[in-house]
């Protein structure tokens, strides 16, 4: 597993460092965070089809703080839970402070005959807007992943719009033991995450 989860992060720092990410000039000053979510959304969009190129789908997160400087981290193979994981991401938010972000994972669609359908959500969240994406997955017999778009929304904020948005809003209380064991899981994370300046 460990191995794996080192291919994965080569083959997400590569697509990173080369196409992968658009270097995305459309963030400026002249943007408000408003659209922020759907520029994160449509650039992990893109981040993912690319890496599917190569037959890699991680579980990811990007935040971006008010003075555009975004990380990206590869949060597959992380020793957490799933509600860990969201209180993590709640607690790097206010650590780094992001004013947006999109978060990425694997899901199962269940369909009316009960066979479940691969898929890639991707949440976007900022002060004003949260944007959601579906992506189908088809896997190709040449290890090639490719994605279907199948469903996309954007609403205003509200608490109640999903476990996944508004994590930078958040005032959930973190327990102190989880409080402990993010620090020390970003101080070791944070060298390997991949940062850029907007």
């Known amino acids: 597993m460990k191995r794996r989860n080192f291919l994965i992060l080569g083959v997400v720092l590569a697509t990173f460092n080369g196409a992968g990410m658009a270097d995305n000039s459309r963030f400026s000053s002249e943007h408000s965070t408003t659209e922020l979510a759907r520029l994160l959304v449509d650039e992990f969009t893109d981040w ?12 990811a997160f990007t935040g971006v703080t008010a003075t555009g400087r975004q990380a990206v981290l590869v949060l597959t193979g992380l020793p957490l839970d799933r509600i860990q994981r969201r209180q993590f991401l709640i607690w790097l938010c206010r650590k780094e402070e992001f004013v947006g972000y999109a978060y990425s ?59 996944f948005f508004g994590l930078q809003r958040s005032a959930e209380v973190i327990p102190t033991r989880n409080e402990d064991l ?9 060298q390997k995450a991949m940062w850029r300046q907007r």
């Open 48 to 59: 993912h089809r690319n890496l599917g190129e190569k037959g890699v789908i991680p579980l």
């Open 105 to 163: 994972t694997e899901v199962g669609i269940a369909g009316q005959d009960g066979a479940i359908t691969e898929a890639l959500d991707i949440y976007g969240s900022s002060a004003r807007l949260d944007v959601t994406k579906t992506l189908l997955i088809r896997r190709g017999s040449d290890g090639r992943i490719s994605f279907l778009d199948d469903h996309e929304a954007a609403l205003p904020p509200k608490s109640d719009n999903g476990p």
């Open 182 to 190: 993010f620090t020390n899981l970003w101080q070791e994370q944070k």
